[in-house]
Nanobody, 121 residues
């Protein structure tokens, strides 16, 4: 029933920007904290950011702080991740996940199928 569909990934040069979206359905999105998690090639899963249900509290991994912005539109059941000043190290599959997923290797929450972000010159 829970569905999370990420979109907006693609190929971008270092320093560029992308905006990821996650369309949620099948649950009361407005009552759930949400997270972005990424799978980095040959490194593993890394928590990126999370946001409380009302959007009032936000947290970021140190690796993306100051460059990424998480937001949500509860009226549209959509989670966003604005990514600026992208670096090659940001190359990963980005997943939208329900809840505050600070330790993604625990595989908690419901996960989307991911969207590929590639940052390369």
């Amino acid at each position: 029933q829970v569905q999370l569909v990420e979109s907006g990934g693609g190929l971008v040069h270092p320093g560029g920007s992308l905006r990821l979206s996650c369309a949620a359905s099948g649950f009361d999105f407005s009552t759930y904290a949400m997270s972005w998690v990424r799978q980095i090639p040959e490194k593993g899963l890394e928590w990126v950011s999370d946001i409380t249900s009302g959007g009032g509290t936000i947290a970021y991994a140190d690796s993306v702080k100051g460059r990424f912005t998480i937001s949500r539109d509860n009226a549209k059941n959509t989670l966003y991740l604005q990514m600026n000043s992208l670096k090659p190290e940001d190359t990963a599959v980005y997943y939208c996940v329900t809840g505050r997923i600070r330790i993604p290797t625990l595989r908690q929450g419901d996960w989307g199928r991911g969207t590929q972000v590639t940052v390369s010159s």
